[in-house]
C-alpha cells in the first residue's frame, strides 16, 4: 500500500497544481479582434471609422483632428481583496497598426493605446495626440496612462521624430525610446513608425512587480524576447477601478491616417491571445484627397469633350450651382482660438445630425434657443443639440472657453456636455439625449406622459439633482453655479435618473474666491432676491431655485401660475400661507395618494423648500445639507423664517410646522 500511494500521489499533486494554474478570476477581461467587423460596438469618437474591410481607422489625412476609439464597457483594473490598498491588476494587451504618410513630407503626429477614466476624452490635436489640453496637461486629477506612437519631434520633450513613450497624466512622456526591435540573435533593428507596413506591438503589465513592458516588431518578425521599454511603474496613484481601454490619435499641421487593423486584451495574468496575422484585414487604400478630387474634375473635363457639349454644360452648371450652394449653406469661417478649444464638433455634422435643424426635430424650446434631437454620423450616437442665436452680446471666447472646461464634468447626475459648435452669431452646444425628456413634462404635461409621477421618483429626482449640485459646488476643481436650477432643466434617461442639464448659463470661479458681478439670467419665479441687486449669482442663488424646484415637485404646479387666482399666483406665497396657517399639507399635489409616511416626506420637502427660499442668503442652507435632510440623515431645525414682507418675523410658536 505505500508503494501505491508513492506512485500516484505526484500525478495527484500536479493535477491540483494544473488546475490552480489555468484558474482565472471571475472578474477578469479578455476579447480578441482580428479585424473589427463583426466587434461589438466600439465607441467612436471624432474622424474614428472601421471601414467596409474592418480596419479601424482613427484619422485621415484631415489636418487638425483628433480621433477616439474605445471598448465600449469599462473594465476593471483593481483588485478589491483589501479595501485599505489599491492594487493594480496585471493586464496585457497587443495589437496591429499601420501608420501611412500620403506625401513626401512629414506626416503626423502619431496614435496611443490609451487607459482612462472617461471614453470621451477632450483633448486637442496635433502635439497631444487628442489625450491633453494645454491646461489639464500635467494634472494627476487626469488619471490616464497612455503608450505613444509619435512620429513628430515637438517642444513636449519628444526625443525625436520616430519613438515610444509612456506617458501618465502628461503628454510629456515618462520614459522613451527610439523605435526598434530586437531580433533572436539580440541584435537592434531600426523600425520606421511611418513606414506604411504592418507594425505590431505587445503592452505588459505586472501587477505585482509593478514592471511594464513595451515590445513591438515587424509583423513579418516573431515577438521578440526582449522589450523595447522594461520598466517599473507604480500605477496605483493613476488607475481607478473601472477604466476604459481604447485609442486615441490626432493630426496637426501635417496629417498621417493611423489604422489599427487587429487587437487583444486581457486583464488575466496569461498574456493576451495571440492575433491571427492571416485572418486580418488588408491596409484601405489611401489616396490624397486634393489628388483625388483633381482626378474627379479631369474625368469630368474628358467626358465633356466627348458627350454632347451643350447637354453637359447645362448639367455642370446645374450641379456646380447646387454644390455650391450646398457648401456655402455649410461652410464656416474658423477663428485661430477656436482650433486650441476642445471639443469641437463640425457644423457639417452637426447639421447632418439634426436633419438641417428642421422644426419636426425640436424637443425642446428655451429662453435662449431651441433643442433639436440627433443621430452623429459614423457613431449612430443619439445627442441633443441646443442652438443659442445672437450670442454676440457676450464674450464668445470667453464663454466657449468655459463651456470647454464644463465638458471635463462627470457625474451620474449631470448630463454629459459633449462638446460646442459656432456658426456665425449662432452657438451650439451638443448633449447626451435624456430618452424620457424633461421633469416639468411628467409634473405637467399629462396628455404626454400618460402617467403620473409617484411621491417615490420624485424624490428620486430630488435626491439625484441635489447630489449633482453639490458635485458643481464643492467636490469639482473649480466653484460650478448653474444659474438656471428648474423642472424643465431636469432631464431624465431611459431608467428614470435624474440628471441637470443646460449648463449655457453656468459660471465658473476658484474656490474660496468671489464670483465677479454679471448680467442678471435664469426664469421668473426661481431668481434670488438679492441677485437683482448684487449681479452676483452664487451658490446660494442655486440653492433659492431649488428651492423653488422642490416646492414645484411636491405640489404638482409651476413657481409662477397665470391661470390661478390672485392670492394664489406666486407657489412660494401660497405654501407659506398653508404653513402659516398650519396647514401646509394642503399645498401638495392632489395627484399623490399616500400613506401617513409618504404624507410626511411630502411635508418635509415643503417645509425644506421653503428653508431654501428665504430671502437672506445666509439663512438658506447649503447643499450639502440639503441632501442630509432628504436622505433623512438629519431633521430639518426649527428657524425663523426670513422673507422680505411684514411676515419675516414668525414667531417660535409656530416653528413647529418647520
Known amino acids: 500500500m505505500a508503494t501505491s500511494n508513492s506512485l500516484h500521489l505526484p500525478p495527484l499533486i ?21 479585424g473589427f467587423q463583426t466587434t461589438p460596438n466600439l465607441t467612436l469618437s471624432g474622424t474614428a471609422l472601421i471601414t ?54 512629414t506626416g503626423g503626429h502619431g496614435f496611443a493605446l490609451t487607459i482612462s477614466p472617461t471614453n470621451r476624452l477632450i483633448g486637442q490635436p496635433g502635439a497631444y495626440l487628442g489625450l491633453f489640453t494645454a ?71 505586472d501587477g505585482i512587480d509593478r514592471v511594464l513592458n513595451v515590445t513591438i516588431s515587424p509583423t513579418s518578425a516573431p515577438k521578440p524576447t526582449r522589450p523595447l521599454i522594461s520598466r517599473e511603474f507604480d500605477l496605483s496613484a ?66 465633356a469633350i466627348v458627350a454632347i457639349a451643350t447637354l453637359l454644360s447645362v448639367i455642370m452648371i446645374i450641379f456646380v450651382a447646387l454644390y455650391i450652394r450646398h457648401r456655402l449653406k455649410l461652410a464656416e469661417t474658423l477663428e485661430a482660438w477656436e482650433l486650441e478649444c476642445p471639443h469641437r464638433f463640425c457644423y457639417k455634422d452637426l447639421y447632418k445630425a439634426t436633419n438641417g435643424f428642421k422644426d419636426k426635430g425640436i424637443i425642446g424650446h428655451g429662453g435662449f434657443g431651441c433643442v433639436y434631437k440627433g443621430v452623429m454620423p459614423g457613431s449612430r450616437e443619439s445627442v441633443a443639440v441646443k442652438k443659442i ?22 457625474h451620474r447626475n449631470l448630463v454629459n456636455l459633449l462638446g460646442w459648435c459656432k456658426r456665425g452669431r449662432d452657438l451650439l452646444l451638443v448633449y447626451e439625449y435624456m430618452r424620457n425628456g424633461s421633469l416639468d413634462s411628467w409634473l405637467f404635461d399629462t396628455g404626454k406622459t400618460q402617467h403620473v409621477l409617484d411621491w417615490d421618483r420624485r424624490m428620486g429626482v430630488l435626491r439625484g439633482i441635489a447630489a449633482g449640485l453639490v458635485y458643481l459646488h464643492e467636490e469639482w476643481e473649480k466653484v460650478v453655479v448653474h444659474r438656471d436650477v428648474k423642472a424643465s432643466n431636469v432631464l431624465l434617461d431611459g431608467e428614470m435618473n435624474a440628471r441637470l442639464g443646460d449648463f449655457g448659463l453656468a459660471k465658473l470661479y476658484e474656490h474660496g474666491k468671489d464670483m465677479c458681478t454679471t448680467r442678471v439670467v435664469g426664469t421668473l419665479g426661481y431668481i434670488a432676491p438679492e441677485l437683482p441687486r448684487t449681479g452676483k449669482a452664487t451658490t446660494s442663488t442655486d440653492v433659492y431655485a431649488f428651492g423653488g424646484m422642490l416646492l414645484e415637485v411636491a405640489c404638482g404646479r409651476r413657481p409662477i401660475e397665470p391661470s390661478e387666482a390672485a392670492g394664489n399666483l406666486v407657489l412660494l406665497d401660497w405654501v407659506r400661507e398653508c404653513w402659516m396657517r398650519g396647514r401646509i399639507i394642503e ?33 438658506r442652507p447649503t447643499m450639502r445639507q440639503v441632501v442630509h435632510y432628504l436622505d433623512g440623515d438629519e431633521a430639518l431645525p426649527d428657524v425663523v423664517l426670513v422673507f422680505d414682507d411684514k411676515d419675516s418675523k414668525i414667531e417660535n410658536e409656530n416653528e413647529n410646522e418647520l
Open 14 to 34: 500536479l493535477l491540483l497544481l494544473l488546475i490552480t494554474t489555468i484558474t482565472t478570476p471571475s472578474n477578469s477581461i479578455q476579447f480578441t479582434f482580428n
Open 52 to 105: 467596409p474591410a474592418g480596419v479601424l481607422r482613427l484619422t485621415d489625412f484631415t489636418r487638425r483632428t483628433t480621433g477616439h476609439a474605445y471598448y465600449p464597457s469599462p473594465i476593471p483594473l483593481l483588485s478589491n481583496d483589501n479595501a485599505d490598498h489599491r492594487k493594480v491588476l496585471s493586464f496585457s494587451t497587443s495589437f496591429v497598426f499601420a501608420i501611412v504618410n500620403n506625401n513626401t513630407a
Open 135 to 205: 491646461a489639464n496637461d500635467g494634472n494627476a486629477s487626469n488619471h490616464i496612462l497612455a503608450v505613444e506612437f509619435d512620429t513628430i519631434q515637438t517642444g513636449m520633450g519628444d526625443i525625436d521624430d520616430n519613438h515610444v513613450g509612456v506617458d501618465i497624466n502628461s503628454i510629456r512622456s515618462n520614459m522613451s525610446r527610439t523605435t526598434s526591435y530586437f531580433t533572436r540573435a539580440g541584435k537592434t533593428e531600426p523600425l520606421s513608425l511611418e513606414s506604411g507596413s504592418t507594425i505590431q506591438a505587445w503592452i505588459d503589465y
Open 238 to 303: 493613476v488607475i481607478q477601478e473601472s477604466m476604459y481601454v481604447g485609442f486615441s490619435s490626432s493630426t496637426g499641421k501635417s496629417s498621417s491616417s493611423h489604422c489599427i487593423l487587429g487587437w487583444s486584451f486581457s486583464t488575466d495574468k496569461s498574456p493576451a491571445r495571440m492575433l491571427d496575422l492571416s485572418r486580418l484585414p488588408p491596409l484601405p487604400r489611401i489616396a490624397d484627397p486634393s489628388s483625388d478630387l483633381k482626378s474627379k474634375l479631369m474625368d469630368l473635363k474628358s467626358g
Open 389 to 410: 442665436s445672437s450670442c454676440s452680446n457676450q464674450g464668445t471666447k470667453e464663454f466657449v472657453a468655459e463651456i470647454s472646461s464644463l465638458g471635463r464634468l462627470q
Open 587 to 619: 399645498a401638495a399635489d392632489p395627484a399623490l395618494r399616500g400613506g401617513d409616511c409618504e404624507k410626511a416626506e411630502v411635508e418635509m420637502v415643503l417645509r425644506l423648500g421653503l428653508m431654501c427660499s428665504q430671502s437672506a442668503p445666509k439663512a
